[in-house]
């Protein structure tokens, strides 16, 4: 089994060399054994889909390493293998829910093969093969962790009005450019801000945002964000932190509310730390609210169902970047933080 794993702690922007490809012997020997309670029960997933993520940076800190955790996940050790959201077929099973040849999405590895057993047995479902989405839908995309992210973080956390002015930062990414869909679909007026030209255009002529820009052009941003919203912004969804949450608070209604999603501007550069206006968060009453995805599983049903419709009826584009191989996991994982992908980043590692 070939699995990617860190060669030493990351406290800065990452690259490829931080990452290497270690290769282990998996003994099936426990399958051959009668089915078990507890943590007899494996179930061997040969993984089709994986997907790469910017909060795993947070994992792979000297800082996260030394704690043993962070506040999400658990601290990734250099050589240890790396868990993710993925999908896979199962190629052996001591559970009896799930056999051979089923389909099934979970707390994956960045490898070729997991062995899924004790806690995260708890994540492991069975794909519902009746749907005829993509498979890598189900890969931490729009209907995996991102898509609960853009829909709790907007509909829970910003709680929004018909009408309301809606910012998106890293628009075009997975959660991003979900958010600013739902928000359309809601009755919204939305405006993106991306890194590229080609994503910026994404924004405006596929996924159907009212305007959009690039923030690597602009001087001013609080002079942009005046532009772009004469009236004021309602709700901003921050995927970024830093400047740019500076900016959209001052350029904030009274009662205006910013989803805290994430600051990945702030994972790889500690400088960047976001300084906003507190006196301007006082007096205008901004609710500023961070949340994790999970804290979202009182509205899964709701989430899934609405979004499987608009799925179908088209109304929704789940806008996806895959890769090829087990060796472009690092390469992908580093994209992430120098804007190269363009919607949900996942690499297919096998196709059946
Ligand atoms: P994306 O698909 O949006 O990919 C990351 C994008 O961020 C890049 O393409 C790039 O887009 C932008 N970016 C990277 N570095 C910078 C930087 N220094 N300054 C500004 N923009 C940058 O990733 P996700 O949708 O998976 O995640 C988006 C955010 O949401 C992250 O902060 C992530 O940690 C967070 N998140 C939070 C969750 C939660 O439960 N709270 C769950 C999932 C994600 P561009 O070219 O436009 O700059």
Redesign the pocket.
């Known amino acids: 089994n070939k699995y990617v794993v860190t060669t030493s702690n990351i406290d800065g922007a990452p690259n490829e060399s931080n990452f290497a490809i270690c290769e282990q012997v998996v003994s099936l020997k426990v399958l051959r054994q009668p089915a078990g309670e507890g943590s007899d029960i494996v179930v061997v997933v040969k993984n089709m889909y994986v997907s790469i ?3 795993q940076i947070n994992r792979m800190k000297s800082y996260s390493c030394s704690q043993g955790t962070v506040s ?1 996940a658990a601290a990734l050790l250099p050589g240890q293998a790396i868990n993710a959201s993925g999908v896979g077929r199962v190629v052996g099973s001591t559970h009896p829910e799930f056999k051979e040849g089923d389909l099934v999405s979970g707390a994956l590895i960045w490898g070729e093969y997991t062995l899924v057993k004790g806690i995260s047995l708890q994540w492991l479902q069975k794909l519902d093969t009746n749907l005829s989405f993509p498979l890598s839908y189900f890969a931490g995309g729009v209907l995996g ?2 898509g609960l ?1 853009a829909y709790g ?1 907007f509909f829970k956390v910003c709680k929004p009005k018909k009408g309301d002015k809606v910012f998106v ?8 450019s979900l958010v600013g869909q739902y928000a359309k679909l809601f009755g919204c007026y939305v405006v993106g ?4 030209k080609q ?1 910026v255009d994404l924004l405006k002529d596929e996924l159907g945002f009212d305007d959009a820009f690039n ?1 690597k052009q602009e001087t001013d941003l609080n002079s942009a964000l005046k532009r772009y919203f004469p009236e004021g912004i309602d709700i901003y969804f921050d ?2 932190g ?1 400047e740019m949450l500076e900016a959209a608070i001052n350029n904030m209604n009274v009662f205006g509310r910013v989803s805290l ?5 702030e ?3 500690d400088s ?1 730390r976001a300084k906003p206006d507190m006196v301007a968060v006082v007096y205008k009453r901004i609710k500023i609210e961070g ?3 999970v804290d979202f599983m009182d509205i899964y049903q709701e989430y899934i169902s609405t979004t499987i419709i608009y799925l179908q009826t088209g109304e929704l584009k789940a806008v996806e970047d895959i890769s090829d191989g087990l060796d472009s996991i690092p390469t992908a994982f580093v994209d ?6 363009v ?3 996942i690499v297919r590692i096998s196709q059946d």
Request: glycine share 18%; with cysteine.
């Open positions: 993520d910017p909060y999400a962790s991102s992210t973080g930062f890293a628009a075009s990414g997975s959660v991003g801000c991306a890194g590229t994503k923030y995927n970024v830093g999603c994430g600051v990945i501007s994972y790889t550069d960047k949340f994790l995805s992430l933080f120098r804007g190269n992908n919607g949900k980043k």
